[in-house]
C-alpha cells in the first residue's frame, strides 16, 4: 500500500466503505479505526506526502474518517431497527406457577361438597391421643390402633389427653367439631388435611392428605350416606359413575363400610372396551376402592357430648391422592411422583 500514491489510496478507501454492506458495525470499526486498521495505515503515510499535497490529504483524510462514523451509525441503527421488527423470533414467555395438583383436587373436593351444604374445617394436624383414637372408641391398648402406623411426637403427655400423635386420619376432627358446635347438632363438616403413617410404597406415602365428612343430625341414615357418596361419584368423576358400599370394620362407626366407585375407565364392566375380553387395567372387576365410612358409632357421639339417643350420623374418609389418581386420563401408577418435587411430572397438571 505504501508504494501507491497516499491521496490515490484515501480516495479508494472512501469508495471501499460505499461498499461496506454485508459487515456488523464492530467488525467495521476494528477493519478501519483498530489498532493496526486501514485508517491508521493510511495516516500514517503522510510523512510520504509532498508538502504542496498535505493539505489536500489532511482534507480526504477527514472526509474518509467522517464516512468512516456515518457507516458505523447507519450499520448501527440497522440493527436496532432489525431487532425491533423481526417477527420471527420466538417469543418469550413468562414463566408462571401454579397450584400443586393435590391443592388443585383439594379445592376441587371442597367446592363439591361446599355446594350441597358442608362447611370445610381444619383441626391440628399434630394433635393428642385422645382426639385421635381414644374419643373415636379405641381406648388405650387397643389392638384396632394397630392399623394405624401411627408417628408419635416426643413431648410430655397432657395428662388427659394422652401422647401428641402425627394425625393418621382426619377423624380426630370428628369429637373436635362436635366440641366447636357445642354439641349442638346440624353437623355438616368437611376436613382437609395432611395425615401421616408409617408406610410408603406406590399407593402409600408417609404424608398424605384425606378428606373427611361428619353429618350429624335428627334422623340421619345410610339413604343419606349413599346418597353423598354417588353425589360426590358424580361430580368428581362424571356422570354415569356409580357408589357402592361393603360390610367393613372401623371402631369409630357401626355399622361400616368400604367404599368404591366403578370405574370410568371401563364404564364398571371390568373388561377393556377393545373387544378383547381382557380385564381393565385400572380396576378390579369394574370398581376402585376409595376409603372408609359408616353411621357414627354412639360412643364416638357420647365423646362430642351428643346424646346418640336423638342424633344419627355418617362419616367418611378418603385419601385425596388415591381419589384424585382415579380419575379419567391422569394414569399415575406410583403416588410418590406428587411428593417427589420433580417439575417435569408437576407441570403437566
Ligand atoms: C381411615 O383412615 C378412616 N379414618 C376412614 C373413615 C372415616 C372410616 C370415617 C369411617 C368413617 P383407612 O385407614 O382405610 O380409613 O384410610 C382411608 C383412605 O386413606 C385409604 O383408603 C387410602 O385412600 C388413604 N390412605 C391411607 N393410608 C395412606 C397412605 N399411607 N398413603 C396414601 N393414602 C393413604
Redesign the pocket.
Known sequence: MSQQDPIKQCQDLLKQIEQETNIKAEDLRIKYLGKSGLFKNVSAMIKDVPNDQKKLFGQTLNQLKNKIEEKLVSLENSKQDQEKIDLTLPGKKDKVGHLHPISQAIEEISQIFEKIGFNRVRYPEVDFDYYVFEALNMPKNHPARD?WETFFVDTKPDYKLGKMVLTT?T?NGQVREMERLKSKPPIRMINVARTY?R?SDAT??QM?H?F?GLVVDKGINIQNLKGTLDYFAESFYGPGTKSRIRPFH?K??EP?FEVDFSCHICGGTGKRDDQSGENCRFCKSGWH??????MVHPNVLKAGGIDPDVYTGF?????V??TYTLKKGLNIDD?RLFYSGNLEFLEQF
Open positions: 392399623e386420619h377423624s403413617r408406610q402409600h406415602t398424605f384425606q373427611e372401623f369409630f362407626t361400616s376402592e376409595v376409603g372408609g365410612a359408616g362419616a367418611f374418609g378418603w385419601g391422592e388415591r403416588i
